[in-house]
Each structure stands twice: as structure tokens, then as C-alpha cells.
């Protein structure tokens, strides 16, 4: 144990492997992402987690239609999840796969204590059940459309008659004390809209679940019991605490669990903020901190789907703007927890006028005149002067402004208070025009190129877990050491002297396909 270091366990949600990854699936993550990397910075002892839901029907289907077999099918797709982990920069610290032998262990311990303590009982099940949300839903959740099929009305997603024996959870009697949860602990769903939704869910009533099916048999086998295999919900969310090592309670459970953070979208509440912390509970475990539920993304005005085929790859992404630009698009550009539309229009003046022009031309200005006119080192200074202070002192205060925003996922606002101060320190510049202080007084265009350095400094700092590779690059260029990278090293200030390389840009303009001069290409 490393001793008295506070612990951050954050998750994403596990993603079904019947589909190649898109841009909601690179979306949840990149903002677990973020928090992991500022947390670490700011730190804390964090435990990031994602991985692949690879049990249930839909996975069985989508094996089938693949003509291969779900084990053969599930390890080629999964690897496209780690794939997209890595070319998004990812910093998770495990990968768990719902297959894996630590899983089922630890799938068939919660349920022989959910057996033991009588939450868990056998029935037979007769009710509609949507495939591709793995769910069972009520008659008054559905309607009908046009062509007379019957759908979730939360979802869309078509119904069938499900008619088998299934064990039940006795969700029914854990209504009060779920109530009782939410209450005692206002932070844990949000935003408050989705806390809301829950609350008012929960207060119309609870049936029991069935969590087990036996017309297919790709999942976790029951205890003593296989014929019936866990319904993959169940599996699905016990993968949180496997991770953590259940059954094994002792060592990483007790030092990460509860889980501080569980980020989901909002199609997947109900099973986190209703089921799970039920489960937990019945099983005498403690519920997560705090669910967040994010937005869904449409693509140039259109909901993404795979039959609509406007489904965005994340990678051509990354391969057509960049992946820190990306980065930063994804979690500017939307509040998070509100839903968004991709667009490319909208992509490319983010990238062009927020990270080029304000932030690129600021560092591109700055260390060019230090290259230039500073012979090329961290320059002197004199005493500040008021100003000076008024630039330096919220560049350096960040930190402290961002936690917050931080903690309650707020990250449009973390971004947009960065860019407070990249804005001040435009500002700055032109109002110092250090380039005519170099005839009249060049030790105050030294002060002044200092005071920039330094914001450039506190605004590499802050940028790490956003676009960490462009942040790394503004960092490596004013030579802050690695070990003076983390948040508690923002006090250690750039000495005047300290050579820096030759510059270069952090963020390019993207410039569209025949927007080049005639000839050019
Ligand atoms: O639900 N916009 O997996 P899944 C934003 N296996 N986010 C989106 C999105 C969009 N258009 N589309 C998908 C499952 N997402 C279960 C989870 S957890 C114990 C089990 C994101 O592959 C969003 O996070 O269908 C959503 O909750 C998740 O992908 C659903 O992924």
C-alpha cells in the first residue's frame, strides 16, 4: 500500500463488442481520460478502468452473423477496443473483459451472496424483452410504431415475448432504501435532471428483475445451476468490482472501492443508478460515490447509427485533424452532461481559431522572441509591476480554479476558464508590445517575456490532461523538467538563464481540401 495517498477509482462504462467503436464509445472514455490524468497530476493514487462487455444475446447474434464462434468472435472485437484506447491516448490502468476467469469468479460469488442473504430466488419470467438493450421492459414502456412493431419507448428498440425459468431479484424491496441512498447522498447521479429522472423512476415502483435466462447459454453459468446463465446486466456491472479484486476484499477492494466515479451515457441510467447500487447493497457492499451520465452525440444533425451508416470513426478523426485537437473539440464544444452534434464545420473552427490561433500564436510569439531576443533562455526580471501581477497571478491560481470544475465533470467550463487566461495573455502582449520594448527598455521586454513564459508554463501544466501530447510539446519547449510537470509543482517558477530549444508549433491550422492556393499540392 502506498501509504496515506488519497485514491481515485473511476470507470467507463464496459462497451458491447457486437459493434466497432465510434465516437460515443472514444467520447466516454476521453472524459475518464481527463479526470484520470488530473487527478494523477493533482495527486491522487488513481484507478482507471474500461474494458469490453462481451456476454448476452446481442453479442451471440452478432457472433452468428459473423459465422464465428462468441469466443473467437469476442477477442478479435475487444482488441479494437484496446486498439482505440491506445490511439486516443488512453491512460487506463486495466482492461477487464467480461470472459476473462476473474470475472466469473467474481460474477458467481455476488450471486451465491445475493442467495445466501435471499434477494435471489427461482420463478419463471413471461415478459417483453428488447435485445438490443439487453433489457426487460414493462408493457407501459413500450408502443407501437407505424408497421405495428413494438418498441421501447425510451429507446426505439423492438421488443419480444420472453417465456422461461429465471431466477429473480428481489429488486422490489430495496425501493426505500434505494430512495434512502439518493437522499443521504445528493451527489451521487448527475446531473440533476438525470438524478431526477431516477428518483422519480424509482418512486413510481420497483418490480423484481429477472437476472437469469436459460434460451441461450453465452454467459456467466449460474451457481449449482447451469442451465441458467446470469442476465448480462448483472454480469456486465459486477465487472466494477472485479476489478477492484472481488471477491478478494482485503488489499486494491479496500482501498479503491467504493468507486469514486461511474461515467455512463444517459442510455444506460436506470442500470446504474437503480440496479447496481441495489445489487451492491443486497450484497452488503457499499454503492459507487457517484454516477455521471453524459449526452449523446448526433452527426450533422442526425442520430448516429449503424443502419443510417453516419457513423463517426473516431480514428479518421484523429487522422484527419489530429488527435489533440480532437481531444479538445470533444469536451469544448458541448456542456458536458448536454447532448451534441458533431460537425465538421464546427470541428475545424475550434481547432483553428481556439487552439491555433489562441493558444498556438501565443506560445508560437512567445518563445520566438525569446528565441530571438532573449538569446534564447529563460529571460531575466525585474520586479513586477502591477499588471505583471494581474497576468501571473490567475495563470498560476488555475489549478485551484479547476479542481472544482473538475470534480463535478464540468469539463466545458475547466476549458473555458483556461481559456480566460490564454485570452488575458494575448491581451497582454499587445498591450506590453514587447517587440518595440526591445530598442526603448530591453530588460522590461525581458520581465515581460518572462511573466509569458510563465503563463505558458501554468497553461501547459493545466492543458496535460487534455491534449497531453501538444502540452508535453509547450512544456519540453520552455524545458520544465518531467518531475516539475505535476500540479503540486506549479509553485516551482522557470529560472531565468535555463536555455530552451528552438520552437516550434503546437497546434496547426487545418486547412480544407482546396482552400490551398491554386497550384499548391
Ligand atoms: O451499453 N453519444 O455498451 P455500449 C455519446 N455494455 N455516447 C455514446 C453514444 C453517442 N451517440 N453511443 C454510445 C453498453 N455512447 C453496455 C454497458 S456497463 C456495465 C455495460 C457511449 O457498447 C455511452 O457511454 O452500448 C453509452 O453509455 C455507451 O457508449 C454504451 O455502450
Request: hydrophobic share 40%.
Given at each position: 500500500m502506498s501509504g496515506s495517498k488519497r485514491t481515485y477509482y473511476l470507470t467507463t462504462p464496459i462497451y458491447y463488442v457486437n459493434d466497432a467503436p465510434h465516437i460515443g464509445h472514444a467520447y466516454t472514455s476521453l472524459a475518464c481520460d481527463v479526470l484520470a490524468r488530473f487527478k494523477r497530476l493533482d495527486?491522487?493514487?488513481v484507478k482507471f478502468l474500461t474494458g469490453t462487455d462481451e456476454h448476452g444475446q446481442k453479442v451471440e447474434k452478432a457472433a452468428g452473423m459473423a459465422g464465428l464462434a462468441p469466443k473467437t468472435f469476442t477477442d478479435k472485437v475487444s482488441q479494437n477496443f484496446r486498439d482505440l484506447a491506445k490511439a486516443m491516448n488512453f491512460s487506463n490502468d486495466d482492461f477487464i473483459r467480461t470472459t476473462e476467469p476473474r470475472h466469473i469468479r467474481s460474477c458467481q460469488a455476488l450471486w451465491r451472496e445475493l442467495l445466501k442473504r435471499g434477494d435471489i430466488y427461482l420463478g419463471s419470467y413471461a415478459g417483453w424483452y428488447a435485445v438490443r438493450d439487453e433489457a426487460f421492459y414493462a408493457e407501459s414502456e413500450l408502443t407501437q410504431t407505424?408497421?405495428?412493431?413494438?418498441?421501447?419507448?425510451a429507446s426505439g428498440a423492438e421488443v419480444e415475448w420472453v417465456e422461461e425459468p429465471s431466477y429473480f431479484f428481489?429488486?422490489?424491496?430495496?425501493?426505500?432504501?434505494?430512495?434512502?441512498?439518493?437522499?443521504a447522498n445528493p451527489d451521487c447521479i448527475a446531473p440533476?435532471?438525470?438524478?431526477?429522472?431516477?428518483?422519480?423512476?424509482?418512486r413510481s415502483g420497483l418490480q423484481d428483475l429477472s437476472v437469469?435466462?436459460?434460451?441461450f447459454s453465452w454467459g456467466v453459468p449460474v451457481p449449482d445451476d447451469p442451465a441458467h446463465i446470469m442476465y448480462v446486466w448483472l454480469d456486465a456491472l459486477t465487472n466494477y468490482i472485479t476489478a477492484a479484486g472481488y471477491p478478494d476484499t482485503e488489499g486494491d477492494f479496500a482501498r479503491y472501492w467504493p468507486a469514486d466515479l461511474h461515467m455512463v451515457g444517459k442510455d444506460i441510467l436506470r442500470f446504474h443508478c437503480v440496479y447496481w447500487p441495489a445489487f451492491l447493497m443486497a450484497a452488503g457492499i457499499a454503492p459507487p460515490k457517484r454516477v455521471f451520465a453524459h449526452g449523446w452525440w448526433t452527426n450533422e444533425g442526425q442520430k448516429i447509427s449503424k443502419s443510417v451508416g453516419n457513423i463517426i470513426e473516431p480514428l479518421a478523426l484523429i487522422e484527419r485533424y489530429g488527435l489533440d485537437p480532437v481531444r479538445y473539440f470533444l469536451l469544448r464544444e458541448v456542456p458536458f452532461g448536454a447532448d451534441g452534434d458533431f460537425s465538421h464545420k464546427a470541428m475545424i473552427t475550434r481547432m483553428n481559431s481556439e487552439l491555433a490561433n489562441d493558444l498556438g500564436n501565443l506560445a508560437q510569439r512567445v518563445l520566438s522572441m525569446i528565441n530571438k531576443n532573449a538569446a534564447a533562455q529563460v529571460p531575466a526580471h525585474d520586479a513586477f509591476t502591477d499588471e505583471d501581477r494581474a497576468m501571473l497571478d490567475p495563470a498560476l491560481r488555475l489549478v485551484e480554479r479547476l479542481r472544482p470544475l473538475i470534480d463535478a465533470q464540468a469539463f466545458h467550463e475547466a476549458l473555458e476558464a483556461i481559456w480566460v487566461v490564454v485570452r488575458a495573455a494575448n491581451g497582454y502582449v499587445d498591450r506590453q508590445a514587447p517587440w518595440a520594448l526591445k530598442k526603448t527598455d530591453p530588460a522590461r521586454m525581458d520581465t515581460v517575456l518572462y511573466v509569458l513564459a510563465e503563463v505558458l508554463r501554468a497553461l501547459g501544466l493545466v492543458m496535460q490532461p487534455f491534449t497531453p501530447d501538444a502540452a508535453a510539446n509547450l512544456l519540453d519547449q520552455l524545458a520544465v523538467a518531467p518531475e516539475a510537470r505535476s500540479f503540486a509543482a506549479i509553485g516551482r517558477a522557470l529560472i531565468s538563464g535555463q536555455a530552451l530549444p528552438k520552437p516550434q508549433g503546437i497546434f496547426p491550422r487545418f486547412i480544407e481540401e482546396g482552400a490551398e492556393p491554386a497550384g499548391a499540392a
Open positions: 495527486g491522487f493514487d407505424a408497421d405495428g412493431k413494438r418498441v421501447a419507448i428481489r429488486l422490489s424491496a430495496w425501493q426505500d432504501r434505494l430512495l434512502a441512498y439518493y437522499e440533476t435532471s438525470r438524478r431526477n429522472e431516477v428518483i422519480s423512476f424509482v437469469s435466462r436459460t434460451t
